[in-house]
């Protein structure tokens, strides 16, 4: 099953919540940025972390989740909450977009 998690993050990038914000199925999931803003604003974030599976196995990022990643930090700069990373969890090392340079 597909899922999306977030980390909340203090302004020192301390962790003040873990939450699995949408589940899916095995190749799909919904994401709703504006949900994704609520929780942020409910735990007074200043980062996050977002993390999701391919249940393929395949840690590479698709063109959807690069589609997801520029919409959800777009939508966060508009309330000065920083994405710090967005991973991806396959059968090897997660694939890691901030490290890539992907936004």
């Known amino acids: 099953m597909k899922y999306l998690d977030a980390y909340f993050l203090d302004s020192?990038?301390?962790?003040?919540?873990?939450?699995?914000?949408?589940?899916?199925?095995?190749?799909q999931s919904t994401v709703y940025p504006r949900q994704v803003l609520k929780r942020c604003l409910y735990f007074n974030t200043a980062?996050?972390?977002?993390?999701?599976?391919?249940?393929?196995?395949?840690?590479?990022?698709?063109?959807?989740?690069?589609?997801?990643?520029?919409?959800l930090v777009?939508?966060?700069?508009?309330?000065?909450?920083?994405?710090?990373d967005h991973l991806i969890i396959g059968d090897n090392e997660p694939f890691s977009m901030a490290e890539w340079g992907m936004f």
């Not at 980062?47 to 919409?71: R, W, Y």
């Open 74 to 84: 777009d939508a966060l700069s508009y309330i000065d909450v920083k994405v710090l």
């Open 47 to 71: 980062a996050v972390i977002f993390a999701h599976n391919h249940p393929s196995g395949n840690n590479e990022s698709s063109e959807s989740d690069k589609m997801l990643t520029k919409q």
């Open 12 to 27: 020192k990038h301390r962790v003040i919540n873990y939450e699995n914000l949408f589940y899916g199925t095995i190749n």
